[in-house]
C-alpha cells in the first residue's frame, strides 16, 4: 500500500510558476512508475507527465517545455515543476503511482493502470 499526498497547489498569475510536491509513504520499495494527472471542471482526467525508477521522463505536449517532473528518492517525494502557466493549466492535479518492479511506465493515457492516488491540489492560472 502506498499513501500519496500533494501540496503546493495555488493561485497565480499567468506567466507564474508553482512548484508541486507529492509524499508517498507506505512501501518502501521505489520501484513504482509516478505520474501527474490534472482534471478540469467539465473536462476527463488528462495525464500530463510521468517518470519511472530511471528517472525517465515523459510529457504530454501541452506541457512540454514548461512543466518538469522530478523525483527525490531519498525524500520520496514527487515534484512538478510548472513554469510560464496559463490560464488553461487551471485544474485539479494529482499524483498517482503503481509498482512496476522497475519497468518502463505506463502511457500518458492509461490512469486505469494506477493503484494509488493522492487527494489532489487545486491549480488556478488567472490571464
Known amino acids: 500500500q502506498v499513501q500519496l499526498v500533494e501540496s503546493g497547489g495555488g493561485s497565480v498569475q499567468a506567466g507564474g510558476s508553482l512548484r508541486l510536491s507529492c509524499a508517498a509513504s507506505g512501501d518502501t520499495d521505489s520501484r513504482y512508475c509516478m505520474a501527474w494527472f490534472r482534471q478540469a471542471p467539465g473536462k476527463e482526467r488528462e495525464g500530463i507527465a510521468t517518470i519511472d525508477f530511471d528517472s525517465r521522463t515523459t510529457y504530454d505536449d501541452s506541457v512540454k517545455g514548461r512543466f518538469t517532473i522530478s523525483q527525490d528518492s531519498a525524500k520520496r517525494t514527487l515534484y512538478l515543476q510548472m513554469d510560464s502557466l496559463k490560464p488553461e493549466d487551471t485544474a485539479m492535479y494529482y499524483c498517482?503511482?503503481?509498482?512496476?518492479?522497475?519497468?518502463?511506465?505506463?502511457?500518458?493515457?492509461?490512469?486505469?493502470?494506477?493503484?494509488?492516488w493522492g487527494q489532489g491540489t487545486q491549480v488556478t492560472v488567472s490571464s
Open positions: 498517482a503511482a503503481d509498482w512496476t518492479g522497475g519497468g518502463t511506465c505506463y502511457p500518458l493515457s492509461a490512469g486505469d493502470f494506477f493503484h494509488y
